[in-house]
């Protein structure tokens, strides 16, 4: 059983940059993939970033790149998401995912996500 629990968010004027963190509890950090969503009120979660086990392949929502960074430090069991260049658009719930592989593959399913964290939020003024 992993838990997670992000951190991070908060109101940011646009064009601002905040990083988000997730910390897992649990071993075994390094066998797993991992992936940021996110979910605006009135809107259905949608898929930001994943980063696979093995640290060498990420994946990122089309909305997002060029300006959003998935990292992983596995040896504090931490993810990051660094945005920069912060839209009103990006206002939403954020929540880290987690899920087991003996692949080197990214999800960007949520349904292929086993534990998920309880949102932090992101809010951007224009």
């Known amino acids: 059983q992993v838990q997670l629990v992000e951190s991070g968010g908060g109101l940011v004027q646009a064009g601002g940059s905040l990083r988000l963190s997730c910390v897992a509890s649990g071993r075994a950090f390094s066998t797993y993939a991992l992936g940021w969503f996110r979910q605006a009120p009135g809107k259905e979660r949608e898929f930001v970033a994943a980063?696979?086990?093995?640290?060498?392949?990420?994946n990122y929502g089309e909305s997002v790149k060029g300006r959003f960074t998935i990292s992983r430090h596995n040896t504090k069991n931490t993810l990051y998401l660094q945005m920069n260049t912060l839209t009103p658009d990006d206002t939403a719930e954020y929540y880290c995912?987690?899920?087991?592989?003996?692949?080197?593959?990214?999800?960007?399913?949520?349904?292929?996500?086993?534990?998920w964290g309880q949102g932090t939020q992101v809010t951007v003024s224009s």
């Open positions: 980063i696979n086990r093995d640290d060498d392949d990420r």
């Open positions: 995912a987690a899920r087991r592989t003996v692949y080197g593959t990214t999800f960007v399913d949520q349904a292929e996500y086993e534990y």
